[in-house]
């Protein structure tokens, strides 16, 4: 090889090696991994999370291309929530993302006080404790909040008036769910000024919710409505099915029940 040859060959080769070392980084560097954390399961939440793949795509992120997903599900299965969430953070996630109610939220929230937290709730987040202020969240959790726990009196309200002869109305609560108290609360006052007597059953596991519609059945109450839970969701079929099999007048929380109603 010529001398000039040499001296080309060698300037192309340092001219070069900063972009194969670069490119040995990138290809080395791992992309990032958001944990997605919901105390509800996949089949109830698909509609959701491809909303959120949409969403992250809007901004440039494409699952499996320059980011990743981990999926962790409790299945309304509140008390996995706090391991679920400690893995999650274990793996060194970039992001916390959390869906379905308060006790996914708070359950990231105990978890880490240095990954970022994005939630969505239907209660107020202030009360929950995952942030100082709505205009001011401070801390590493933001998200939304929807405020669905407020809004059981006013649901109860819309059934006397597609029932207006409703003279006792079901309430099927899940006592070990997010602000079940406060909700209980909130709706005896609402149903006392409506003048209805309002009837608690309460369930927290499948085998319950048909024990309830066994008592429902026996007291012939003239609707039925669903507290804000994400367990019912979880077991929407089931709910949708028994209401349908009874027939039973039946307010629900989300529209997707409605649907399977139909």
């Given at each position: 090889?010529?001398?000039?040859?040499?001296?080309t060959?060698?300037?192309?080769?340092?001219?070069?090696?900063?972009?194969?070392?670069?490119?040995?980084?990138?290809?080395?560097?791992?992309?990032?991994?958001?944990?997605?954390?919901?105390s509800?399961?996949?089949?109830?939440?698909a509609h959701l999370?491809?909303a959120?793949?949409?969403?992250?795509?809007?901004?440039?992120y494409?699952?499996?291309?320059?980011?990743?997903?981990?999926?962790?599900?409790?299945?309304?299965?509140?008390e996995?929530?706090?391991?679920?969430a400690?893995?999650?953070?274990?793996?060194?996630v970039a992001?916390?993302?959390?869906a379905?109610?308060?006790?996914?939220?708070?359950?990231?929230k105990?978890?880490?006080?240095?990954?970022?937290i994005?939630?969505?709730?239907?209660?107020?987040?202030?009360?929950?404790?995952?942030?100082?202020?709505l205009?001011?969240?401070g801390?590493?959790?933001?998200g939304?909040?929807?405020?669905v726990?407020?809004?059981l009196p006013k649901?109860?309200?819309?059934?006397?008036?597609?029932?207006p002869?409703?003279?006792t109305?079901?309430?099927?609560m899940?006592p070990?769910?997010?602000?079940?108290?406060?909700?209980?609360?909130?709706?005896?006052?609402?149903a006392?000024?409506?003048?209805v007597r309002l009837?608690v059953?309460?369930?927290?596991?499948?085998?319950?919710?048909?024990?309830a519609f066994?008592?429902?059945?026996?007291?012939?109450?003239?609707?039925l409505?669903?507290?804000?839970?994400?367990?019912?969701?979880?077991?929407?079929?089931?709910?949708?099915?028994?209401?349908?099999?009874?027939?039973?007048?039946?307010?629900?929380?989300w529209?997707?029940?409605?649907?399977?109603?139909?």
């Open positions: 090889m010529k001398r000039r040859e040499f001296i060959l060698l300037g192309g080769a340092a001219a070069a090696w900063p972009l194969a070392v670069r490119a040995q980084q990138v290809a080395r560097s791992p992309i990032p991994s958001i944990g997605f954390l919901s509800r399961a996949p089949n109830t939440e999370v491809a959120f793949l949409q969403g992250l795509k809007d901004q440039g494409v699952e499996g291309r320059n980011v990743t997903v981990e999926y962790s599900w409790a299945e309304g299965r509140y996995q929530l706090p391991a679920l400690a893995d999650l953070v274990r793996r060194q992001v916390l993302v959390t379905g109610g308060a006790q996914a939220a708070q359950a990231a105990a978890a880490t006080a240095s990954i970022p994005v939630f969505a709730t239907g209660d107020d987040p202030v009360k929950l404790g995952l942030v100082a202020s205009n001011q969240p801390g590493n959790a933001t939304v909040a929807v405020f726990t407020s809004l649901r109860l309200q819309l059934l006397r008036e597609l029932i002869t409703a003279s109305i079901a309430l099927l899940n070990a769910g997010p602000a079940a108290d406060t909700q209980l609360v909130e709706v005896q006052g609402a006392r000024t409506l003048g009837d059953v309460n369930s927290s596991t499948a085998a319950e919710i048909d024990q066994t008592v429902l059945v026996q007291r012939r109450p003239d609707a409505m669903l507290g804000a839970d994400p367990f019912f969701q979880v077991r929407r079929d089931q709910l949708v099915a028994l209401a349908a099999r009874h027939a039973i007048p039946t307010m629900y929380e529209r997707e029940s409605s649907m399977l109603a139909v």
